[in-house]
């Protein structure tokens, strides 16, 4: 499995719970999370998106603490589960 049937997976998730997984790049900013989802009800979260057994670099990792203490939910994916567990967690 590829990182892009992860993406793929999340995106799905986030679309039947009526939400959006949308791209985000930031040029200019190194290690932004590849995906924003927003679910129904202001529901928002960040997601770097890796290969199964993949670890998110330093500079990303870096990025999830910071957006982690500002009070925003954050995710590392590998795999579907890790996926439908953030949707849900977000759902919340």
Not at 5 to 31: D, M
Not at 57 to 75: E, I, M, S
Request: glycine content about 10%.
């Amino acid at each position: 499995m590829k990182e892009y049937s992860v993406e793929k997976h999340l995106i799905r998730k986030a679309q039947a719970r009526g939400g959006a997984c949308l791209k985000f790049t930031s040029p200019g900013t190194a290690g932004v999370p590849d995906r924003i989802v927003i679910l129904p009800g202001g529901k928002i979260g960040f997601a770097e998106l890796k290969a199964p057994g993949k670890k998110p670099r330093l500079v990303q990792r870096a990025v999830l603490r910071v957006l982690y203490r500002l009070g925003c939910r954050v995710a590392a994916i590998d795999n579907k589960k890790s996926a439908e567990g953030f949707i849900w967690r977000l759902a919340k």
